[in-house]
């Protein structure tokens, strides 16, 4: 079965540089989510998209940006990058059950490194 | 938003049963309860999802109290493979976002 697919699975970068992490959901799947995961943190929510257009946001950074383009991949944009932003970014895809919850897939994510 | 407490560790044995317990107070009426099972540097994997009383699936058991207010993920027969970090989820209700707490680092050993 097509799972959550994210690109690249690891980056180097250095402070002040900028990244751009991808993400392609499941197909049919209408809900995207970004996480970031710290080392020896729990997964922390950043924010979400439902049919391409922002839904709910966490903790994110204003130098980070996100967005859902129309055939549903997400990119999540990362300017200005510090040595804490130095972590496991996830990804994860859902199909929207009319505000019950629902079971999200996660990628298997992008290490970023920045130095 | 339904604040989750569950123990940070727990040890176990290969062949045993383990019982993980999250408390939930203050869960919502239309609140369901998930868990997440997360290997290192792995993406979360969905587990178990409840709403009441107990659910049972292929690699879990979740009980639900009626008060809901806790739950109890139940693995049995853990082996090796299931040392893990296990995180409950609860609410979230009308969001998109999906809350991680600190969850249960589970050490099986032979």
């Known amino acids: 079965a097509a799972g959550v697919i994210q690109s690249p699975r690891h980056l180097i970068k250095e402070k002040r540089e900028t990244a751009t992490l991808k993400c392609y959901p499941i197909?049919?799947?209408?809900?995207v989510y970004w996480y970031q995961q710290g080392p020896g943190q729990d997964p922390q929510f950043l924010i979400s998209?439902?049919?391409?257009?922002?839904?709910d946001k966490g903790s994110i950074p204003d130098r980070f940006s996100a967005q859902q383009f129309s055939d549903y991949h997400s990119e999540l944009n990362m300017s200005s990058l510090e040595l804490g932003d130095s972590a496991l970014y996830f990804c994860?895809?859902?199909?929207?059950?009319?505000?019950?919850?629902?079971?999200?897939?996660f990628g298997q994510g992008t290490r970023l490194t920045v130095v | 938003l339904a604040k989750t407490t569950q123990p940070i560790s727990m040890d176990s044995y290969e062949g045993q049963e383990v019982n993980i317990t999250c408390s939930h107070n203050?869960?919502?009426?239309?609140?369901?309860i998930t868990w997440y099972q997360q290997f290192p540097s792995q993406g979360p994997r969905f587990i178990i999802q409840?709403?009441?009383t107990k659910v049972t699936n292929e690699v879990a058991s979740l009980f639900i109290p009626a008060d809901r207010k806790s739950s109890t993920l139940s693995l049995p027969r853990v082996s090796l493979s299931d040392t893990a970090v296990y995180y409950c989820?609860?609410?979230?209700?009308?969001?998109?976002?999906?809350?991680f707490g600190s969850g249960t680092r589970l050490q099986v050993q032979p």
């Open positions: 994860a895809s859902s199909l929207d059950r009319q505000g019950r919850d629902t079971e999200a897939f």
């Open positions: 197909p049919r799947h209408d809900t």
């Open positions: 998209f439902y049919e391409k257009m922002q839904s």
């Open positions: 203050n869960i919502a009426t239309n609140d369901y």
């Open positions: 409840g709403y009441k």
């Open positions: 989820l609860v609410g979230d209700t009308g969001r998109r976002a999906l809350t």
